[in-house]
């Protein structure tokens, strides 16, 4: 692959804001189980293999299970995550995804089953976060790091 810019070398600053949003991302609600899963699920669809292979390996370390994240991609079909967590993804992949239809509010309504605005509030950011960081990752071609 030919290297390519690197962001945080070319604009620190800009490569700071997105830390900033990391850093208030440590400090919300959300668990480190949840926002690994919004990273990995957010990763898959948007191609980029380096942010799943970080976020597979951080998310077991938090004590995430191998067989939930071999099973992430087809979470509507298996019992292995909670009502809530597919709340979640569902946010995640619609976010994500915003092109094709946005944030329904058959989603929104049912993700106000289990989480405040607020926390909404905070996943959607979260969401957005790991969209950004998947963007610089895949434009730019970082490397998995073996």
Known sequence: MET???IQQALPNAYKALLGLESYLATTVLT???KELIKIRASQLNGC???IDMHTKDALKYGETPQRIFLLNAWRETGKFSAEEKALLAITEEVS???QHGLT???YENAKNY???EVIAQ????VVTINAWNRIAVSTQLPVVE
């Not at 996943?123 to 979260?126: L, S």
Request: glycine content about 0%; hydrophobic content about 50%; proline content about 0%.
């Open 123 to 126: 996943i959607i950011i979260a």
């Open 105 to 107: 509010d058959a989603t």
């Open 115 to 117: 989480f405040s605005e």
């Open 4 to 6: 390519r810019v690197n």
């Open 32 to 34: 480190k189980t949840q």
């Open 97 to 99: 995804l915003i092109h």
């Open 49 to 51: 293999a380096f942010c």
